[in-house]
Nanobody
Framework: QVQLEESGGGLVQPGGSLRLSCLAS????????MAWFRQVPGMEREFVAT?????????YYADIAKGRFIISRDNGKDTLYLQMNSLQPEDTALYYC?????????????????WGRGTQVTVSA
């Protein structure tokens, strides 16, 4: 069983930055592909970014994240990160961390086996 706990959300002004963290309770965290998704009420969960297991060489971003967000991992700390820059009001959402049982990345939520409870990001003046 893998437990994921997100942190780092909050209220930020447009143009600001936040760094989300996801601490995993898993002895084989490093071998799992990880991802960030987000969701607003009434909408489907939306892919943001993913990073492969092991060396984390493969990363993929949704168009909404390209050039603004950076996903990374520290396997020694069992932690996943999402650096978010140039935040805009449309980035307001509940951000979820997700883990796969595989080292291979995937863009679709149904292929992730474990989920955190989310951390709220609100971008407003």
């Amino acid at each position: 069983q893998v437990q994921l706990e997100e942190s780092g959300g909050g209220l930020v002004q447009p143009g600001g930055s936040l760094r989300l963290s996801c601490l995993a309770s898993s002895r084989n965290f490093g071998s799992r592909a990880m991802a960030w998704f987000r969701q607003v009420p009434g909408m489907e969960r939306e892919f943001v970014a993913t990073i492969s297991g092991a060396d984390g060489i493969q990363v993929y971003y949704a168009d909404i994240a390209k050039g603004r967000f950076i996903i990374s991992r520290d396997n020694g700390k069992d932690t996943l990160y999402l650096q978010m820059n140039s935040l805009q009001p449309e980035d307001t959402a509940l951000y979820y961390c997700a883990a796969r049982s595989s080292a291979y990345t995937n863009l679709y939520a149904q292929y992730y086996d474990y989920w955190g409870r989310g951390t709220q990001v609100t971008v407003s003046a």
